[in-house]
């Protein structure tokens, strides 16, 4: 590799790299690099394989093949019951191809004539022309002549694959040869592991498909061996572990009355998780367990259960949602049942001033019980004496929202409840040492949610369906994706139903979206409590937590852009009283993918066994809903598919930090570096030195 002048080091700012102007700079900057050394973990988005680029002359009818072509004409019609059929041709000189997408009404627009862009899919036959319905696309700068693998990178601003890739090319093996390897040699070898430099160059351009996922398998480990050390260096410093704990009292009087009061008895599911929850829960060393249970499983009772053994140990509790909605239905569930066996429940919305009368009830210890948002965690919220927690739908927090609340008491106790089903080993790495209880039964007459897919152009009948409930005195929700109309999307909107319903009448309705200010959003919530509306049009909003017994029936409009397993947290919205519940999901024939998602829901009714399907359908990716989890770690792990790396990394951490606490060992200088750089703002002051 000719190289001019002084060697790039790890530390110079890409702008003076050869080749990278003001605007470029700016551009990179965008994707995050701002130093050489970034250029380095900017990951390619995937590999594209050059080798199997067939000319479009060599086609034939069933071939999975990469096409690499001109765009000659864009053509788009609207066909009925298809919406807009968009007919885009290409050529390469060898031969003519039709490459069609149904629904295309927004995507015809990004085929400019005269460009080049590389298809992947199944080759068909239309007429006498060869096509590709729905195959892989992207839009290319390269003539199909590049040979081997190549890297395709995220791209922002003006810049180009092919300018990217040069860049790359030219410097990242000189880059990669500067960087420490964080293992010691003598481990990397025990986990049989290419060296971290080997890795960095090969992941950008490997040699070949083995080569490259033994490149992804070494980094990898790295991200989550430096996770695992994250988490567990921060459990170790904010308290659960080692710290003296507080001995609550599960057998206490508060709790006992609950018990006996409520109108209903345990499950044996939920009796079995209670009893582990109550033994941690005596013992005076901090709790931190996890307890996961299907939608409707009865995980509030518990939380309740908890919060009284704290009261009666004299301490206070916190109960933190992911809403403010949440927070208002749990505050209210907690006053009924708490409020009549003396104990106080206070409910932070963020509103307050510091000299608020909640905040002060809180801060002198008047209010046993708290329940808020994130609001419970702002700075400057002062507890008397928080001695337990409880995170409600636990995946829409982050670690670090976590032990920010369990840093304003000493060592409370902490119950983190979630509907997610995610498997032992991978609660355990991401959440750091959680034990976990299971709640594996529903209560007694609940039957599943019927559920029945509908065509948008048979939405009448899911319309019909909720009429008849509101008839028979029941109610329903009808959700939508979206609160208002707006450019680029086809999809319902809630305020557009809304109005379309009330002109045709008959219903009393209400409305429910985020965008409404949260006093008005309690007081709908009220009136459909109350039974004053019949049918509440709403977005997503309601889709955790919200408990109405008497709502019987749920239309979801376009249901497929709901996820899997959001649209099971929406269903379980209704059935919840002695009346089973139905489920419309109403949607237009979608690809083969949403087809299988939607299938699944109609015949699945258990949460795991519908996560396990969409595992098979979707790939790990997104499914558990860890993207949005402020795990910002991940970029390269798959957390399914990595489990095993993720299980290995967990006790490789332990043992490090067993023999070397604080990462101070000079074997260990990379690896702290990494584990500080990944934990940012997260990191007290006080282990920075
Ligand atoms: P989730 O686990 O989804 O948070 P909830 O705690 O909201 O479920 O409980 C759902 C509904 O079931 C509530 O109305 C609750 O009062 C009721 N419930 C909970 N446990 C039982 C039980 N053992 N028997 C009957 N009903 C129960
Ligand atoms: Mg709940």
Redesign the pocket.
């Known amino acids: 590799m000719g190289r001019t002048g002084a060697r790039v080091a790890l530390g110079d700012p890409v702008a003076r790299l050869k080749g990278v102007g003001p605007r470029r700079a700016a551009d990179l900057a965008r994707l995050g690099v701002e130093r050489a050394e970034d250029l380095l973990t900017l990951w390619p988005r995937r590999h594209e394989d050059r080798s199997r680029v067939v000319p479009i002359g060599l086609l034939g009818v069933g071939m999975t093949a990469t096409v690499v072509a001109r765009v000659a004409d864009v053509r788009t019609r609207y066909v009925p019951g298809r919406d807009v059929l968009a007919t885009v041709t290409v050529t390469d000189g060898t031969g003519v191809l039709d490459v069609v997408f149904f629904h295309a009404r927004y995507l015809a627009r990004h085929f400019v004539p005269g460009r080049l862009y590389v298809f992947s899919g199944r080759v068909d036959r239309r007429g006498h022309r060869l096509s590709m319905a729905h195959p892989a696309w992207e839009a290319t700068d390269e003539e199909g002549t590049a040979a081997g693998i190549v890297p395709v990178y995220p791209l922002a601003g003006e810049l180009t694959q092919r300018w990217l890739r040069a860049l790359m090319a030219q410097v990242v093996p000189d880059l990669a040869a500067q960087t420490a390897d964080p293992l010691p040699e003598r481990i990397r070898r025990e986990l049989g592991l290419p060296p971290r430099p080997w890795a960095l160059t090969t992941l950008h351009f490997p040699r070949s498909l083995e080569d490259k996922e033994r490149a992804r398998a070494r980094l990898v480990f790295d991200e989550v061996l430096v996770l695992a050390l994250g988490v567990q260096w921060l459990r170790l410093r904010e308290g659960g572990q080692g710290g003296p704990g507080v001995a609550q009292r599960p057998d206490g009087p508060t709790v006992r009355r609950l018990l006996a009061q409520l109108p ?4 044996p599911g ?1 009796q079995r998780a209670w009893e582990e929850i109550a033994r941690d829960l005596a013992r005076p060393v901090p709790m931190a367990r996890l307890l996961q ?9 518990l939380a309740a259960l908890a919060c009284c053994a704290a009261v009666d140990a004299g301490g206070q509790a916190a109960v933190m949602a992911p809403t403010e909605l949440l927070a208002d239905q749990q505050a209210m569930v907690l006053r009924r049942w708490l409020e009549p066996l003396g104990v106080t429940v206070a409910r932070l919305t963020g509103h307050e001033g510091p000299r608020s009368p909640v905040r002060r009830a809180v801060a002198e210890g008047r209010a046993a019980v708290v329940v808020g948002t994130q609001a419970l965690i702002q700075e400057g919220v002062r507890f008397a004496d928080l001695t337990l927690v409880v995170v409600d739908e636990q995946h829409r927090f982050g670690v670090r929202q976590r032990s920010r609340l369990t840093s304003k008491g000493r060592y409370p106790d902490l119950l983190v ?1 979630t ?1 997610t089903p995610i498997p032992r080993t991978l609660a355990l790495t991401i959440y750091g040492d959680l034990e976990r209880s299971v ?1 594996d039964d529903l ?2 007459g609940r039957r599943p949610v019927k559920t029945v897919r509908v065509d948008q152009r048979h939405r009448r009948v899911a319309y019909e369906a909720v009429r008849a409930a509101v008839r028979r005195g029941e109610q329903a929700y009808v959700v939508c994706p979206f609160v208002e109309e707006s450019e680029g999307r086809s999809a319902r909107n809630a305020v557009g139903l809304y109005e379309g319903m009330r002109r045709v009448g008959g219903w009393r309705l209400g409305l429910l979206h985020g965008r409404m200010p949260p006093a008005e959003k309690e007081a709908v919530m009220e009136r459909f409590r109350q039974g004053a509306i019949d049918v509440l049009v709403a977005t997503s909003i309601v889709e955790v ?1 919200v ?1 109405v ?1 008497n709502a019987t029936v749920m239309v979801i409009e376009d249901a497929d852009r709901f996820g899997l397993a959001q649209l099971h947290q929406l269903r ?1 919205r209704v059935g ?1 009283g002695t009346v089973p519940g139905t489920c419309y999901l109403v949607a237009d024939p979608g690809s083969e993918e949403t087809e299988a998602r939607l299938k699944a829901l109609v015949e699945l009714h258990d949460g795991l066994a519908l996560a396990e399907a969409d595992l098979r359908i979707r790939g790990p990716g997104e499914v558990l809903g860890l993207r949005q989890h402020g795990l910002a770690g991940f970029q390269l792990a798959d957390p399914i598919r990595d489990l095993d790396a993720l299980q290995r990394a967990r006790a490789l951490a332990r043992e490090i930090l067993a023999g070397d606490p604080e990462l101070r060992d000079p074997e260990h200088a990379e690896l702290r570096r990494l584990v500080l750089d990944a934990l940012g703002q997260a990191v007290p002051a006080s282990i920075l030195h």
Do not use: E, N
Request: glycine share 20%; charged share 15%; proline share 12%.
């Open positions: 209903f008895a345990l499950t939920q249970g299907d939608v409707g499983s009865g995980k509030t009772v409840m509907a709640i209560p007694p937590g408990d017994p379980g919840r």
